[in-house]
């Protein structure tokens, strides 16, 4: 280094000057320290007898108060989530004497089983002296009596009571609710751990996931002072915690009860919406399962139980499950082909059973063997004509149906996606297949759209929704899942309602074609309407569409005496709406691997009960 | 490392290659830590093995430090610096993310904090480059030192480390004051300095605005980050004059601390030690950086003297920030105690400063005539 730039350096008065920087530095440093003397000086020294104080004979310690989670209700009232006190056995060991003489002393009261100590053992060396270590779960209340008569005979051992979270409707709200459960170390991090200082659970699913923050509130603390053996003596100051908002839900608890009910052992999805307001009050997927178990802990041979089962109990199928709608497309279609005159009202064809497209050998069959022989309009939706529609389907070409369909609102989300985890379905189109299938879009794949199936997917909360834009005429009310939430000081909130958005002008003819064949589903014996099972005779007018989802394709595999093997049975689909003249209630119904159109009777049942037995509620 | 070959082999045992005043105190330091950590940690004796180990390493390394001529830090400077500076920008991308902040890269078996490496290598940059400038330096040299210091702060200030970019900038502004910055030029600096702390205030993470309020206003946020604080001030004044006594001490007892094994060490020795157990300890830190103010002002070159004074003035600052933090006078910034509290990462980088300065202690001779 000694050679470098010689001639300018000047090593003396540099060396002079550094001397003399680092003597400044120095005193500098010797006053920093200085200033953490005196510091210490002060705290130490001055107000020692006032640290003392607060240290030695009266420590303060500052005890989280969790706050109050808020409570769900239905649009009427009826709670579907609830606190309920539970207890649990604690021992501290700062307290005890000797920890394991105290649970051999409460264990002559309160039962503790083998299993119970041993798990005692595995946790207690997570826990400092002065916690409280769990022992035993969901005393009864007379056990938590015994224990209090006797308890000075158990040093160091406490009961505590934590509300815990009740779902007192169990599976039938299941996938809305969702449930809460313990805090797990990535739960904390993603809420502001001093709010959750004392909370023990967490939402994980549905609305109590979603609205977590909402009905978790702000938690409170208390200063209490505690003698060196970290007993509390007295509460000095509480600042109250404020509760979580509780919900309201539009949910309607009977209907949603009947719809689960309705549904019964089969796997499907029933969505129930008010057209006018967009409420959701039914949205039931079955199997379901008991929320309750997640809250207590489940075992994990319950929850495998659940994850495997090959039904999928946990999966939502009104909101997830994405299905082919088959023919209750068609209205959607039919109302678009005539109102950019794709067709008109007279457009005749003749159906012999099937359809060819020219210059093609595949025969796309209709599901009538024989045909329906002149069809219209009126009559394809009627009998449900799938060569009308294989017609319909090349007519309108595949970029025509797509707008369509999705001006309807297929192929997105719906809009409540963070409280139902929504799937999105799927609607094709040329570039898509393109993009994921590498191959160009053929005419046979608008043919298979014509019909709803092909690539089309959707979710059975889509279908609601768009037969409810039936109903309006036209007009989409976005759904709504929450009523309105009350604060824990009074003050209500109520989401803002979204927009009415228009997808088809309620002045179009069309309509007048439309919802009357839509009617005649139901009633009319001469075509015959294919809603036989619905029943012909309802004492309310309804619209509705039935509709078969064609999940395997091929030859399906038979049992020896002919019938088909249950996986190749076909989904059975229904969407209605009614009165025609007052719609109060859109019904989506989708019953998965069922040859008896059982989604008919289930929808019809639903109205029923919805129309005709709670009329006096909803009026 | 044939450092002593011109001088003979007899030197070795001669003249001591480490020097015996920075050792002594050094081990005297660390005997403290860990018999504070050893009640700290309520007996627990696999975190005292832990330390010791963790000590065991930082004396080798020491050791070794303390071996390599001066010289080969002054070529080795400018690589090492890049280095460090492609390591922090790799910790954005690679690094993983601990308590909302990203500070750690793993590479291999190895797991470390980038920006402690520059604890070392920036002081030897910035001295480096004033080495072979007139001193005292003119405003472009100061203006390209500033550039070469602010590029390692900002992307540890980011990550977000904010005591260590604030270490980072006082050993860099530590050397350009050393160089001979003009007074004036001081001046100038620090009523700008005086200007933009709004507009700092401005780009400051929530958190870190909290830490300062909280200091302000300890009963703003009992539960959260006043806490510790105001639990902190407690232990201290109740330790009183004397303290309670090794072992004795109530308040780390109750777990007041989530960090009274790392940054929060000093309260459980003022509670144990009392005032002249604190007093003792500062002493130590001042007697370490007395000699090390000594080494700086025996060597005989400008990059010797510049680095082992940034060192030494680093390691006193870490000690002053880190007790000021616990006696309430300065925000709670994340930097532990100086070779007490419990950790291998800066038990190392202290060690190995600690070796960089006695290696300019021991090779001085050999540098004049």
Redesign the interface.
Known sequence: ??K??LK???YDS?SR???K??Q???IF??S??L???F???D???L??S???N???AN?I??L?IPPRRGLIYDRNGVLLAKNEPVYTLTVTAEKADNVDETIKKVSEIIPISNQEFAKFQRIRKQY???QAMPVKYRLTEEQVAKFYVNQEKFPGAEIQADPRRIYPLKENTAHIIGYVSRISEKDLDRVDS?NY?STQYIGKMGVEHSLEADLHGQ?G?K?VEVN?R?QAIKTLNVFEPSGGDDIYLTIDSKLQTKAIELLGKNAGAVVAIEPSSGQILALASTPSYDPNQFVKGIDPASYKKLQFSDKHPLYNRASRGQFPPGSTIKPFLALDALHEHVIDTNFEIYDPGWFKLPNSKHIFHDWAHYGHNRVNLEKAIIVSCDTFFYHLGVMMGIDRMEKTLRSFGFGTDTGIEDTLSESPGLVPSATWKEDYKGQPWYKGDSVLTGIGQGFLLTTPLQLAVATSTLANHGYEQPPQLILKSVRSNGKIDKPIMKPKKLVLDPNEDAWDTVIPAMEKVVTSYNPWGTAVRFGRHPKYRVAAKTGTAQVYRGKPKTLPDGTKLPRYWHHSLFIAFAPVENPKLAVAVVVEKNRHAEAQVIARKLLDYYLLDMKHEHS | MNTLNNQGSLLLFKQSIIDRWLLGFTFLLACCGIAVLYSVS?HNLRVVNSQVIHFLLGFTVMIVFAQIKP?YF?RWAPWLYLVGILLLLMVPVLGETTNGAKRWLHIAFLRFQPSEIMKLVLPMMIARFY??????PSNMTNFIAVCIASTPILLTATQPDLGTAVMLSAAAG?II??S?LKWRTIAKVSIAGLCSVPVLWHFMARYQKDRVLTLLYPSR????KG?HIIQS?????????AGKGWLNS??S???FLPEHTTDFIFSVI??EF??LG??VL?SI??AI??RG?QI??QAQ???A?LLA?GLT?MF?LSA?VN??MV?G?LPVVGIPLPLISYGGTSMITLMASLGIIMSIHNHRKL?SH
């Not at chain 2, 080495?131 to 005292?136: A, R």
């Not at chain 2, 946020?221 to 959260?224: A, M, N, V």
């Open positions: 280094m000694e470098n730039n300018i350096k000047n540099e000057l550094f001397k920087r680092v400044v530095i120095f440093i010797i920093l320290a200033i953490l003397i510091r210490l000086i705290l130490q020294w107000n020692h006032k640290y003392r607060l240290a030695l420590q310690e500052i989280p400092n002296a002065h001093a200082a938690v603390y200063e060196a970290g | 309520s010289e002054y080495n072979d400038k007139p001193l005292p530590t004051f050393l001979g946020d009992p539960l959260g806490y001030k407690i232990a201290l004044g109740s330790g009183g004059i109530t308040q007892h109750l777990q003022g509670e009392g005032l604190g007093v500062i830190f001042l950086t007395f103010f700086c002002c070159d400008a990059f003297r004074g003035v006193f002053f007790m000021g006696m006078l540098l």
